[in-house]
């Protein structure tokens, strides 16, 4: 139940492309759905991040959508660049414990030129 | 400048020896974490602390110990090292149930190669 599943592994796309990474939790205590973005040697960096009272959130070409019935969360990259290829990781918490996140496995973006 | 800083960067070390990892953030945050990311990349919570006290503690062998001096410091102690134990340690910091939303910021890493 504290699991956050995240596909696909890696993904491909041209440059002004539009990649989609999706989520999807089972813990429905989870109640703050951030998105990192870790480049390579470098520590993760929050990019978005979402509760549940919204269905979608966008912050210059990233957008999250979260359908909380299907209990599913999806980042979308608008007019991708080569400088977006990094390591994408969603995550599952519940706000008011500690902070403590559950992570998705990761998705390796690259954005050809 | 540095928001979340890690000493050191990369530490190789034989199996059975005891290691310390530093973190520091001048971020005036009040909750550190420690994460363990392994080869596959996945990302895993190991402890955090709320001003100085362990408020998460996951399952993590009792050979890992958090020590957190002030709000400013969360070291980690490895003792008898094993091969299983190579991976990125990273350190984060957030300031509790302050916006936006609690942003954890991450140090850069340490790689931490048992042989």
């Known amino acids: ?113 | 400048d540095t928001a979340v800083s890690q000493t050191p960067k990369y530490l190789v070390t034989q199996m059975g020896n005891d290691k310390s990892i530093k973190c520091e953030q001048n971020l005036g945050h009040d909750t550190m974490y420690w994460y363990k990311q392994d080869s596959k990349k996945f990302l895993k919570i190991m402890f955090s602390y709320n001003n100085k006290e362990l408020i998460i503690n996951e399952t993590v062998p009792n050979r890992f110990s958090p020590k957190s001096p002030d709000k400013a410091h969360l070291n980690l102690h490895i003792n008898s090292l094993e091969l299983g134990d190579s991976a990125v340690y990273f350190c984060a910091s957030s300031q509790r149930l302050q916006p936006p939303l609690g942003e954890q910021f991450f140090g850069p890493g340490t790689r931490l190669t048992v042989l």
């Not at chain 1, 599943?5 to 990649?19: A, D, E, H, N, R």
């Not at chain 1, 269905?55 to 209990?71: D, H, M, P, Q, V």
């Not at chain 1, 608008?78 to 996140?101: E, H, R, V, W």
């Open chain 1, 1 to 113: 139940q504290q699991q956050v599943k995240q596909s696909p592994q890696s993904l491909i796309v041209q440059k002004g492309g539009i990649p989609i990474i999706n989520c999807a939790y089972e813990n429905t205590a989870f109640d703050y759905f951030p998105w990192y973005q870790q480049f390579p040697g470098k520590g993760p960096a929050l990019l978005i991040a979402i509760r549940p009272d919204v269905s979608e959130k966008k912050e210059g070409r990233f957008t999250i959508s979260f359908n909380k019935s299907a209990k599913q969360f999806s980042l979308h990259i608008m007019d991708s660049q080569p400088g977006d290829s990094a390591t994408y990781f969603c995550a599952a918490g519940i706000y008011n414990q500690g902070g403590k996140l559950i992570f998705g496995q990761g998705t390796e973006l690259s954005v050809k030129p």
